[in-house]
């Protein structure tokens, strides 16, 4: 193929794909970012949520689990836990731990305030209604 | 022979030691991990899991940066042909970028996350506690630093010199792994943007920019060891770049089926990224063939098994266990599962792990003044290749097998279990995984070792190259 084509021919085929590549993608960002705000229930999207996701940032939890498939995974899927689990549930669990019970794995214990709690549900709440094509296929995530 | 063609070449020198011992650290941690996996309070609350994981894949990600940085001050100057623009810059910048990375780990150690956050600006600007961006503000601001640092400084070098395909791809990957990360300092209150731009750093990085990074850098040894002619296998560069970019740009699509963006990525994203195994299959046959034709027997057998192993071993954890998962109606039962996990760790390792263990394979003997190792040295060096190797496929292996069953028991069967139950009967494989990364960090410590192997004394003065005048001129660094 040496004479026939040639480095800049190469080259030139980078240039070519790669702006139209780049141009491809930007279109279709640029009409997920238009679509999001539906998708997402944006205008559930308040303050308290906001506060939740910052309290789920700062104690790592993505550290241990996924959310919405997304994350580590040593502990249970958390975008549909509101589903699985409800409001109650999940405040008396993080209040509880850990639980110390031998060889199982723990989650560390945060001393979250009842107000923080409830951001965090919250948080939680809003994200297992956000669109997700139906993913996960059952509640157990 | 001259030896090192290039005095300033040798700042690369302790970036490769920085690599070579943050690598360690990480496999520490995987470790300590793993056995959490199957013993859950394992060091807690002293460690716990999360705090782990993220010194594991942030020591990773440093290291690596430290490797790429370490590959780039080695080949641009003799690519260039020209000292380097600034070798203080160079070593100043080491400095900051370890002095910062320990500081990070030490605070992950050390304080509770959240009052790290707090203390170092979080609340300012939140941008912490997102999966491989958990790095406190400072860092990553030091990161920028050190990268414009490090962009001026290989810039200033390029634009001096001779530019050739080589630089001029390795320079281009750079600047992309610069740009994109800069997506890391955005972080929007509404989650599924936050995750739709976060790939932007983490699938643009390793499907994108970073593919460029290694064709250089393969490129260049290929160059060396083969004596292939450099009109060829820069030809060969464009096409896998080509193809990398093509299928790796609205290949990000992969990332978006269940994340709140609309279904048309299942389309667009499978179609996209099922063609992402291309550049990776490329990188095989490029390897292979210039190896095949090469027109001098290279006395370094390491950095030739290293620069080959690269190739087969990105194919396979990038290309095929990549494709296992990517389509969308695959991607449904497997999303995060260990399956992911199984991917991510033969990709990472096959493709950059072992990409930057090929160029200090191939650089180091040079800066610690010889042409190639001894040959024990070699040989053990080859025995780490193959330890630390197949350890990875069983380790990807085990999990892929317990993905599997996963999957299957959490989300494909009539009555699906939960979570936790699951686990419990993924055990054995776990248990398996552990002891595949014990035999990964056995293979750790002869790679370390084989840097200190001497031969045995009457081969010594046969293979000892003659020490030449830019060999005494070399700061002893050892
Ligand atoms: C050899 C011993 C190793 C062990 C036991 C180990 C163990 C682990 C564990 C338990 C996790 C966390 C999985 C989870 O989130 O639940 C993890 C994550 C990770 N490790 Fe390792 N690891 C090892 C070596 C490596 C190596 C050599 C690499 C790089 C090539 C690597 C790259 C990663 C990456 C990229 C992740 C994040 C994966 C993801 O998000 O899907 N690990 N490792
Ligand atoms: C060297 C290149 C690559 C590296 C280092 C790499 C690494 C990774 C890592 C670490 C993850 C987990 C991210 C997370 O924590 O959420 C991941 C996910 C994924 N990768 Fe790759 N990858 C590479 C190439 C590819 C290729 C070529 C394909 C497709 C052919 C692919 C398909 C996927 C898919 C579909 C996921 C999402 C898995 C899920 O849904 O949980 N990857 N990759
Ligand atoms: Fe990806």
């Known amino acids: 193929m040496s004479q026939f084509f040639t480095k800049s021919m190469a080259r030139n085929i980078f240039y070519g794909g790669t702006l139209f590549s780049v141009l491809l993608f930007l279109a279709l960002t640029f009409h997920t970012t238009w679509k999001v705000p539906q998708r997402s229930n944006a205008a559930n999207l308040t303050e308290q949520v906001a506060r939740g996701k910052h309290l789920w940032e700062t104690r790592n939890c993505i550290g241990c689990h996924t959310l919405l498939g997304e994350g580590a995974y040593f502990a249970p899927e958390l975008g549909n836990v509101y589903k699985r689990r409800g409001d109650a549930f999940i405040k008396v669990w993080i209040k509880a731990q850990p639980t110390k019970v031998p060889g199982r794995r723990q989650m560390p214990q945060f001393n979250f305030t009842d107000a923080q709690l409830d951001d965090l549900v919250a948080f939680l709440k809003w994200t297992s209604e956000i669109n997700t094509e139906n993913w996960p296929p059952n509640v157990e995530g | 022979m001259q030896l090192l063609q290039y005095k300033s070449q040798a700042v690369a020198k302790p970036y490769f030691i920085a690599a070579i011992g943050l690598f360690v650290g990480q496999i520490l941690f995987g470790l300590i991990m793993g056995l959490q996996y199957v013993i859950g309070d394992f060091m807690f609350p002293a460690i716990p899991f999360n705090i782990a994981r993220m010194v594991h894949t942030n020591l990773l990600i440093v290291w690596l940066l430290f490797g790429f940085m370490g590959a780039a001050y080695y080949l641009v100057p003799e690519e260039s042909e020209t000292e380097l623009h600034s070798p203080l810059l160079a070593h100043l910048m080491f400095w900051i970028f370890l002095i910062a990375g320990a500081l990070t780990i030490v605070g992950y150690l050390s304080v509770p996350y959240a009052s790290l956050a707090e203390m170092t600006g979080n609340n300012l600007l939140a941008t912490m506690g997102r999966e491989f961006l958990e790095q406190p503000l400072p860092t990553k601001l030091g990161i920028v630093v050190v990268a414009l640092a490090f962009l001026y400084n290989i810039g200033m070098t390029i634009l001096k010199g001779r530019k050739t395909a080589i630089t001029i791809i390795l320079l281009t990957g750079l600047i992309g792994l610069a740009g994109f990360f800069l997506f890391a300092f955005y972080n929007p209150s509404n989650l599924v943007k936050d995750k739709y731009f976060w790939w932007w750093v983490v699938h643009l990085w390793v499907e994108g920019v970073w593919e460029l990074i290694m064709g250089a850098i393969l490129g260049f040894v290929l160059i060396k060891i083969t004596g292939v002619d450099r009109e060829v296998i820069e030809k060969w560069l464009y096409v896998i770049i080509t193809l990398a970019l093509v299928t790796g740009l609205v290949g990000t699509g992969h990332h978006y089926y269940w994340i709140g963006a609309p279904g048309y990525w299942q389309w667009w994203g499978g179609f996209f990224s099922a063609l992402e195994p291309l550049p990776f299959f490329a990188m095989v046959v490029f390897c292979f063939n210039m190896v095949n034709r090469r027109r001098r027997q290279h006395p370094n057998k390491a950095a030739t098994l290293w620069a080959l192993g690269t190739a087969v071993m990105a194919f396979l954890g990038a290309g095929v266990w990549g494709f296992l998962h990517t389509l969308a109606p695959v991607n449904y039962y497997t999303h ?143």
């Open chain 2, 336 to 478: 995060g599962t260990q399956i992911t996990a199984a991917h991510g760790h033969m990709a990472f390792y096959g493709a950059y792990v072992m990409v930057v263990l090929t160029i200090i394979s191939y650089a180091m003997p040079i800066l610690r003044g010889r042409e190639v190792n001894p040959e024990r040295a070699q040989v053990l060096e080859m025995w780490a290749f193959w330890l630390m190797t197949v350890s990875m496929v069983f380790i990807t292996l085990f999990l892929t097998a317990a993905g599997i069953l996963q999957s299957w028991l959490q989300r494909i069967i009539p009555n699906p279990q939960s979570f936790m139950q699951v686990q419990d009967q993924l055990h054995i494989f776990y248990w398996l995984r552990e002891l595949a990364g014990l035999v990964f960090l056995i293979g750790l410590g002869v790679y370390l070792y084989s840097f200190f192997a001497k031969d045995k004394p009457q081969t010594v003065e046969v293979s000892e190259p003659a020490p030449t005048a830019t060999v005494a001129s070399q700061p002893a660094t050892t």
